[in-house]
């Protein structure tokens, strides 16, 4: 079975303009959330995504966004980009019901500089 | 929400040796609590998990083990070898259903040969 994979892998991109990130589960998982990853806080949640709808959002501003699909892929939005916003973006993908609705596997990331 | 402690944030130990990391965690409703390895430069892959049901969990040299009533839980690496050098992560679960992770600040394991 095929892990979870996201595109692209490297980014750079200039403070103000904005970049939308993609992220394809394990097939058969249909829930998605995504983390930033930062030397200085660690993988921090920024929401999760469950059959096309948002279940959970973390403490993030509301330039931060993201969708999901019918086929489970999912994207995440982050607008007029500001330098902290540079991190490795992590999805992770699960079943998102039952007793293993919570066992997370993730993606390579999205290694995100910000000029 | 739930947050979750981790420590240390460094550990050094010999090739051979035991390496224990601890974490704590202040939702008692949390039921589910991961580790991830992740080496440098590639993704968090989960390594062993508990859920609340259970006290200890074992995988060949590495273990888990879960205080309920203390909220916190250990990863146990026993006979550590070089390629155990990673950052280890523990989590837990967001209570309600969802499928959402708190993550512990990380330690970073470093095994000398």
């Known amino acids: 079975k095929a892990g979870v994979t996201q595109t692209p892998r490297y980014l750079i991109k200039t403070r103000g303009q904005q970049v939308t990130l993609s992220c394809s589960p394990i097939s058969g998982h249909r829930s998605v959330s995504w983390y930033q990853q930062t030397p200085g806080q660690g993988l921090q949640f920024l929401f999760e995504y469950f059959s096309e709808t948002q279940r959970n959002k973390g403490n993030f501003p509301g330039r931060f966004s993201g969708r999901q699909f019918s086929n489970s892929r999912s994207e995440m939005n982050v607008s007029t980009l500001e330098l902290g916003d540079s991190a490795l973006y992590l999805c992770?993908?699960?079943?998102?019901?039952?007793?293993?609705?919570?066992?997370?596997?993730f993606g390579p990331g999205t290694r995100l500089t910000v000029t | 929400g739930e947050n979750v402690e981790q420590h240390p944030s460094t550990l050094s130990v010999q090739e051979g040796d035991s390496a224990v990391i601890k974490c704590t965690y202040s939702d008692s409703a949390s039921n589910y609590f991961p580790w991830y390895k992740q080496e440098l430069g590639k993704r968090p892959q989960l390594i062993i998990d508990?859920?609340?049901?259970?006290g200890e969990k074992k995988d060949q040299r590495i273990a888990v083990t879960l205080n309920k009533t203390a909220k916190h839980f250990s990863l146990h690496i026993t006979e550590t070898q070089p390629e155990d050098s990673a950052v280890y992560f523990c989590?837990?679960?967001?209570?309600?259903?969802?499928?959402?992770?708190?993550f512990g600040k990380g330690t970073m394991l470093l095994v000398s040969p």
């Open positions: 508990i859920r609340s049901n259970v």
């Open positions: 992770a993908s699960s079943l998102g019901t039952g007793a293993a609705r919570d066992e997370q596997y």
């Open positions: 989590a837990a679960s967001s209570p309600g259903g969802y499928s959402t992770l708190t």
